[in-house]
């Protein structure tokens, strides 16, 4: 007997299982009369045709699921990465003079990482608008840490060194 909660089960195809029944269900849906009478499913087809039918739409929908699904969640995270580099860029351009000074020890040195006070309110903000990150959890001195400069500020400031002046 027919459980409708098998519907659910069927919902739940891997993208293999979808190509495959999608292939196999195309083949029984598209094929010409010749080719299914020589696989012997021609009588078949024409009373479960709609169960063939069903299974053909769920497969290429989960199918499609998993094609799109995954090229929305690149595009998304790029777009997303696109905008926010151009906010962070936006904020270089937004300096201050502690933040310059403490920005231009990293071109001017060739180092993409410096030791800097914790407790600094200007290592904090450079920290807090993605300029700059803690390197390691571990202090040099009492609250002296190394914080690295973040690529995407390495190489802008790099390219516009007249934003450090």
Partial sequence: MFDPKQIFDWVKLSGKQAFILSVITSIL????????????????????????????????????????????????KHATWYFNLKGYQK??????VGEKQVLSQYI?????????NYSDGIANELESAMIIRRASNLAHYHDVFPFNIQPWA????????????
């Fill in 108 to 116: 001017r040195g060739n180092t993409r990482t410096i030791s800097l």
């Fill in 154 to 165: 390495w190489d802008y400031l790099s390219k516009h060194p007249e934003l450090l002046n």
């Fill in 29 to 76: 849906l598209f094929a010409s009369d010749e080719i299914l009478g020589k696989l012997g499913v021609s009588e078949a087809i024409n009373s479960l045709q709609i169960w063939i039918g069903l299974v053909w739409l769920v497969s290429v929908a989960t199918l499609a699921a998993e094609i799109v699904f995954p090229i929305y969640g690149f595009i998304s």
């Fill in 91 to 96: 904020r270089l351009h937004q300096l201050t």
